[in-house]
């Protein structure tokens, strides 16, 4: 099956400290925000593919007719699986989209603590608007992942997190421990887990997008190899750490990434995030199937 990641939107209302929207929101407030388009996207995708929608910058559900989208990809038999803070819309928007949605489409609603430490990272999330949203979509029999990032603030509560994701039925639950604090080394209001130490990256790499067959589209409509390496070109901070990448455009990264790769000279974002022994697998510390 093809596998597409897509980014369609922009839009986002929340303000968390490690991702770069944030430290440039004031640019997304004075300008128009992006969308793509759905009678485009959907030409381009075509039938029979594996959609992921995450986005970089905006939450794939604040689209303007994002439940009309979903409807058009399953039109072309698509396997569709989408990932959001869960704080947005209504409980008859999220019935409307369990319809569309079938037994092999999955949401992963990326809910960071519990009421009283979410809001610590997902800054502007409403947590009883979360608990409705994903309660209302669980109850229709619909397949839905509890993704956790642990911090500090957070750390002693991923028992009580799995339990409770699995008290309302979630199908997984998931923690893990970003690995984005060689980027955003400020004082942030926020912390590590554990203290943090900068991983010696080797050459050895596991290339999501080679594995996966896959290719991102970001919400300008531009294309890239993946999703890390569109964030690290696109950030408005760690631009030393990935100066390797600007040297070139997201046309040429295509080539260009694979060509380091069979040379053993790949970009720190590929080092970082596919790495074999440092990469993003071993960020993941809990992954459990509850049903």
């Known amino acids: 099956m093809v596998s597409f990641h897509i980014e369609p939107t922009s839009k986002c209302t929340l303000e968390c400290p ?157 923690a893990k421990e970003t690995d984005r604090w060689d980027t955003y080394n400020t004082d942030l209001g926020i912390s590590p887990a554990d203290k943090y130490t900068p991983a010696s990256y080797g050459k050895d790499i596991v290339c999501e997008k080679d594995r996966d067959q896959s290719i991102f589209l970001d919400y300008t409509g531009k294309f890239w ?11 408005q901070i760690g631009l030393e750490l990935h100066k390797d990448i600007r040297m070139h455009d997201n046309e040429s990264l295509f080539k260009e990434y694979s060509t380091r790769l069979d040379n053993q000279k790949p970009f720190y974002i590929c080092k970082r995030a596919c790495g074999v022994n440092t990469g993003k697998r071993s960020q993941w510390k809990t992954e459990e199937q509850l049903r």
């Open 18 to 174: 490690l991702c770069d929207r944030t430290w440039f929101y004031e640019t997304f407030k004075k300008r128009n925000l992006h969308e793509v388009n759905i009678e485009h996207l959907v030409n381009f995708v075509g039938p029979n593919a594996d959609v992921n929608m995450c986005g970089n910058n905006g939450d794939p559900i604040y689209h303007s007719d994002f439940p009309t989208l979903c409807q058009r990809l399953k039109n072309n038999n698509c396997k569709l699986s989408i990932t959001t803070n869960g704080s947005a819309k209504t409980k008859k928007w999220w019935n409307e989209l369990n319809a569309i949605l079938d037994n092999n489409d999955t949401v992963t609603f990326s809910i960071d603590g519990l009421e009283d430490t979410n809001h610590l990272y997902r800054r502007n999330v409403n947590w009883q608007k979360i608990m409705e949203n994903s309660k209302a979509f669980i109850t229709t029999g619909a397949s839905a992942h509890w993704d956790m990032l642990v911090f500090k603030h957070n750390k002693h509560q991923v028992a009580e997190a799995k339990s409770l994701a699995d008290e309302m039925k979630f199908t997984w639950f998931r």
């Open 225 to 235: 190899p993946c999703c890390h390496m569109a964030e690290a070109y696109l950030n």
